[in-house]
């Protein structure tokens, strides 16, 4: 059977359905779409991970100029010795017309410190905690936007509870 003057089969070598060894739009797709992830995942990681630096938050802020929303970084004055370790992230791009540039990077992390200082009412306890949390970033232009952050701290009212 003839398809616009060509054999039904040879309509779909190299189309849409190729074979992503073979090429076509599915592994120009694919390969944009990994490229994008690993740039967004990188520099979003780099952003999250200078936050946590000893006064980071403040420089951030400056130069990015982000909306910072969700439960906010309070644990940050609370902690002292901070390391910050980005366990995964999901990248969403928006590949299409005006959204170029755009996209949601989410990010799963952990910070260990010291508990020095009062954090949500609960007294400093000297120990050292480990809170758990999650980052939604939009970007915009290639910039950063939004940091939308949720953050728990179960081992740190566990820590209190035992004392």
């Known amino acids: 059977m003839k398809l616009f003057g060509r054999k039904k ?3 779909d070598e190299g189309g849409l359905f190729a074979d992503p060894e073979q090429g076509g739009m599915a592994r120009l797709y694919t390969d944009m779409v990994a490229k994008l992830d690993v740039e967004y995942t990188k ?3 780099g952003h ?14 400056q130069e990015a100029d982000f909306m910072d ?10 902690l002292d010795d901070i390391e910050f370790t980005a366990m995964e992230s999901v990248v969403m791009p928006q590949l299409k017309g005006k959204r170029r540039g755009s996209g949601v ?6 910070v260990r410190g010291m508990h020095a200082r009062p954090l949500a009412g609960v007294p400093p306890s000297g120990n050292q ?5 999650e980052t939604h970033t939009t970007l915009r232009d290639y910039k950063i936007r939004i940091d939308n952050t949720y953050w728990e701290f179960p081992e740190l009212t566990r820590s209190v509870i035992d004392e």
Request: a positive charge.
């Open 9 to 11: 089969e040879k309509q």
């Open 105 to 110: 990077v989410v990010t799963r992390w952990t």
């Open 129 to 133: 905690v480990t809170i758990q949390g």
């Open 69 to 78: 929303v969700g439960m906010g970084r309070s644990y940050l004055q609370a």
């Open 48 to 61: 999250l991970k200078r936050i946590h630096e000893p006064g980071g938050y403040e420089r951030e802020k």
């Open 43 to 45: 520099f979003v990681q």
